[in-house]
């Protein structure tokens, strides 16, 4: 079975940790981009296709939960996986009913990334096959229509 990589982007302050995290979902076969705070995220996904987003909480300037919210409304099928520290759990909750796919806790266990990636990029794929069909539903209907 072929796998088709991921288009993931990793947003983070921390250079390092985006650095060493980008090499090993790359060395999986990932496609990833990096942006080190929620500006430059946007502005990746204005350019670029992303299937999912990690995206840390915890950032100077514009926080992670400001960046999902920006997300969701310029790019509602993108999916968001959040990244938290010990202390804000609660943050990451409110992240979710705001339309993240999931969170990590700081440090995250590569293999549980992974899995949650999966995860994430199926919902994506299993969204937009559902707005093909009803696009083409749509289609048949206005023809029948004319």
Known sequence: M???PAKVLIVDDE??????FSLRL????EK?????NGKQALEVLEHVAIDVVILDIRMP?????????QIKILHPIVEVILLTGHGSTET???????GAFDYLMKPADFDEIKIK???????????EERIRKAEA???VRRSGDV
């Open 2 to 4: 072929i796998k088709i």
């Open 61 to 69: 300037g514009m926080d992670g939960i400001a960046v999902l919210q």
């Open 92 to 98: 990451a909750v409110e992240g979710m009913k705001l």
């Open 15 to 20: 250079k390092d940790f985006v650095e060493m």
């Open 117 to 127: 990636l999966e995860n994430a990029r199926k919902r994506k794929d299993e969204q």
């Open 137 to 139: 539903r749509l289609l």
């Open 26 to 29: 790359e060395a999986q076969g």
């Open 32 to 36: 990833v981009s990096t942006a080190y």
